[in-house]
């Protein structure tokens, strides 16, 4: 299973969370988040790691030029669009970063929402289920009602996000079965200031209840 953690600011706590299993990190392009870091800042820390993992960009509702302008510059090898871009949207990043993973963040405020998800099943590579916040783009930590997703069949491999934490992920993968979870808030001290020992606990639970070997 793909666990990615996200909102990693510092090269050290990267290398840490890798080491401790995590497939996935992720890097906040949005700049209106307190977890936002500069294109010279996810250069250094994708330089500096010494573990293969994947980065990948985070965006929200921004230009395909912007987000190749940041891809190129730093070695992100995909990009998750947090944001409300159109199928359309994600077929010309597409088309301009072939080589790269795209993934799209849905925030699910109504089952039409998931009916919706269909409609990117050309466009990226996995789709991204996170909470709906009517403020807020992300790293909330509001959980989704994880009971009405029981029965998506979704058209594409996916992640599910949205206020998990080493607490609640056993309930959550009870009940559903992504092909990877995304956690920011539930593993951190601050923003972007990820708690080591919050990341542990969740791969703690991980290989005691899902026999995964990190
Ligand atoms: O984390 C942020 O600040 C953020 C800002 C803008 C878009 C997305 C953001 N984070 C994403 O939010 C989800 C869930 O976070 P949480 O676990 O509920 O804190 C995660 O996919 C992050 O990539």
């Known amino acids: 299973m793909r666990v990615k953690i ?9 290398n840490a969370i890798a080491q401790l299993g995590a497939t996935t990190l992720g890097f906040i392009c949005v700049p209106s988040s307190p977890r936002y870091v500069t294109v010279e800042k996810i250069s250094a820390v994708i330089q500096g790691l010494d573990h293969k993992v994947d980065c990948i960009g ?5 230009t395909v030029a912007e987000i190749c302008q940041t891809v190129t510059a730093t070695g992100l090898r995909g990009v998750q669009l947090h944001g409300n871009e159109s199928p359309e949207f994600c077929q010309q990043l597409r088309q301009s970063l072939p080589e790269r993973e795209i993934i799209k963040a849905l925030r699910v405020r109504t089952a039409q929402c998931l009916t919706n998800s269909e409609s990117y099943a050309n466009s990226v590579d996995m789709l991204l ?19 009405t997703l029981k029965n998506y069949k979704p058209c594409l491999p996916w992640l599910l996000a949205g206020g998990l934490t080493p607490d609640n992920i056993v309930d959550a993968l009870s009940l559903l079965q992504p092909d990877g979870i995304d956690l920011s808030s539930g593993v951190e001290r601050s923003p972007g200031d990820k708690d080591l020992d919050k990341v542990a606990q969740l791969f703690t639970q991980l290989k005691e209840n899902y026999c995964l070997n990190y």
């Open 58 to 62: 985070v965006f929200a509702d921004t």
């Open 129 to 147: 289920l996170d909470a709906y916040h009517p403020t807020q783009l992300g790293g909330t930590g509001k959980t989704l009602d994880w009971a």
């Open 6 to 14: 996200c909102g990693i600011t510092k090269l050290e706590q990267g």
